[in-house]
C-alpha cells in the first residue's frame, strides 16, 4: 500500500523529479501515471490530488523544468560585469544548464513535437522565461550605452541565436557524430563548440568585431563535462 507523507512540498517535488524523468524517457504518450505513481510511491489518487490529471502533470513538470534554469541563472553575476564579459557568461550559463540536465533537452523536444500544446496552458510559463530575456536586455542595453554593441539588436534575436547554437549540439549530439564521424561528446570538443559559439554571437552583437576577435576565450573549464 503506499504510504502517505506529512510532508507535501516533498511528496510533489519528487512526483515532478520521477515524472520529468519518465516523460523524458517515453514521451507523454508512452507515460504512464500508475507507474509514476508506484515509482513514488504514493497512490495514483494522490497524484491526481496533486496534478489533477496526465496532462496537468506534464505542464508541471515543463514549469519544474524551466524553473530549474531559473534557479540556476541566479548564480550569475552578470549585472556586476562588462558587457562583453557578461555575454560570455550567459552563452556559458546556458550550454552548461542544458548539458547539465539531459532531461530537460528530451521535454523541449517532446513538447516541441506536440507544438506547444501543453505549456500554452501553463499560466507561469512567461515568468518563468523572464528573468533571462530581461538579464539579456540588461547586458545589451548597457553594451549599447558604453558603445560595445550594436544600437539595435533585438534580444528575442539574440536568444534564439545563441540558445539554437547551444541546443542543437546537444539535442542532435548522436546523429552528428555518426554523419561527421566526431566525438562530441568529450571534455575538449565541448569546449571548442563553446568557444565557437560564443565568437559567433559577440561578432554579432559588437559595434567594432576586432574586439571579439582580439579577445580571448573566457570559458571555464567547469563549464563544459564529458556527458
Known amino acids: 500500500m503506499a504510504r502517505r507523507s506529512s510532508d507535501p512540498a516533498r511528496v510533489r517535488e519528487k512526483i515532478l523529479k520521477l515524472a520529468m524523468e519518465e516523460f523524458g524517457r517515453v514521451g507523454f504518450e508512452g507515460a504512464r501515471v ?20 496526465k496532462e496537468g502533470l506534464f505542464v508541471a513538470a515543463l514549469e519544474r ?38 532531461n530537460a533537452i528530451r521535454l523541449l523536444n517532446e513538447e516541441n513535437k506536440h507544438r506547444g500544446k501543453y505549456i500554452r496552458k ?9 528573468p533571462l530575456v530581461e538579464t ?11 558603445g560595445v554593441f550594436h544600437a539595435a539588436l533585438d534580444p528575442a534575436v539574440v536568444y534564439v541565436t545563441l540558445s539554437s547554437l547551444c541546443y542543437h549540439y546537444l539535442s542532435n549530439q548522436y546523429t552528428l557524430e555518426i554523419a ?6 568529450s571534455v575538449s570538443s565541448r569546449k571548442q563548440w563553446l568557444r565557437h559559439v560564443t565568437g ?17 576565450p573566457n570559458v571555464r573549464s567547469a563549464a563544459v563535462s564529458a556527458g
Open 34 to 53: 500508475d507507474r509514476i505513481a508506484e515509482r513514488c510511491n504514493v497512490s495514483k489518487n494522490m497524484l491526481y490530488y496533486y496534478f489533477k490529471s
Open 65 to 102: 523544468m524551466y524553473e530549474s534554469f531559473r534557479d540556476q541563472q541566479r548564480d550569475l553575476s552578470v549585472r556586476a560585469s562588462d558587457p562583453i564579459l557578461a555575454m560570455e557568461q550567459l552563452i556559458e550559463h546556458m550550454f552548461a544548464a542544458l548539458e547539465s540536465n539531459p
Open 122 to 130: 501553463s499560466k507561469r510559463i512567461r515568468e518563468l522565461y523572464n
Open 136 to 146: 539579456l536586455s540588461f547586458i545589451l542595453e548597457r553594451g549599447r550605452r558604453d
Open 180 to 185: 561527421l564521424n566526431k566525438d562530441l561528446s
Open 200 to 216: 559567433l554571437v559577440l561578432q554579432y552583437c559588437v559595434a567594432d568585431p576586432s574586439l571579439a576577435l582580439d579577445r580571448k
